[in-house]
């Protein structure tokens, strides 16, 4: 996807904030992922959700789905998420994801991606390469400051400047965006009994 | 429960909401009920959730356990629910929730309680008896003006005064408070699937 212009980036922008419950790691099975529609960082808007396999290839092609068949689209102009891995090690094409929705894609982190880690525990997966390369595909990790606090980020469909802008906008209550802490609350408070 | 006094009700007040998720009427099974931890009408602060049945009896108890194992029971200082009836026709004893929480309970509905609708339909359920008397134990029904519009209160264990306090409190952003409005959005956003 060509990078998205943000003209004007509005206090009230619609942003989706994606994060995955918690799942037994090394399980076959699948983990809940919720969606968040978030109005700035002010009010929640919407939820939705998709399972993905633990350790699957699934995650990008069900994240799009779970966008792309909401009544929320429309008002979206982006998407948070939780770092670019979901269910352990099911990797999301950041690219891929931003060209099937058609929305820039912003992952965010607190602890720096450790790609050497993340490469010696796909080593020990089925498609080892194709998760690999996906992880690479996400391309340069930013560092910026966020509330005093140092968060990581990996982008498609959006610049760097805009992308700052909006973590900003939608960071109220700490240094993690509204739409990532809910949806973070969200997923575990509805998994947790699995355990 | 005695009822509780609130000397001062503070902006940051802890308010559990809760609501159903979707479910196949007169079916066997359970349906998803979520608790939304709010402070104020401002900012989620948790969430939790269960299961009762479809239907079922087992709604007050259910609900009491999910609250009393709970990270963030002592952080609580009220309880709403979206009216008295949870998965269809699994009636919540609000008296008996509010003692066994040992907070005060107040169930808020949009519409007005059509009593004698659910007399009728409680007929056609097994323990229609016991239904009915939890039904008749909510006590008076309340009608108050909220943001504009009519609201309809029931309440455990808390003077309408301040039920009506902590109603305009947490009512940021609809003349639901957010508590409620949240419960509803996330349990319905999570349970779609299963229709």
Known sequence: MSRQNFRVIKPEIRVLGIDDGKFIPRTRGNAIVVGVVFRGG???????????????LD???KQAAMINTSPHRRQLRLVMLNG???AG???????????AVELPVLALTRDKPDL???????????NAEERWKMALE??????VQNNGVKVYLELAGISLCNAEKIIKLTSTRSCVPEPLR???LIASGISSEHL
């Open 89 to 99: 090690f099911n990797v999301v094409d950041i690219e891929k994801l931003s060209a």
């Open 59 to 61: 995650a990008t092609e």
């Open 84 to 86: 670019i891995t979901f």
């Open 182 to 184: 809910v949806a973070h």
């Open 138 to 143: 996400a391309g340069e990790i930013h560092e």
């Open 116 to 126: 050497g880690r993340i490469h010696e525990a796909l080593k020990n997966l089925p």
């Open 42 to 56: 002010i009010s929640i808007e919407g939820v939705m959700h998709t399972h993905v396999a633990i350790d699957g």
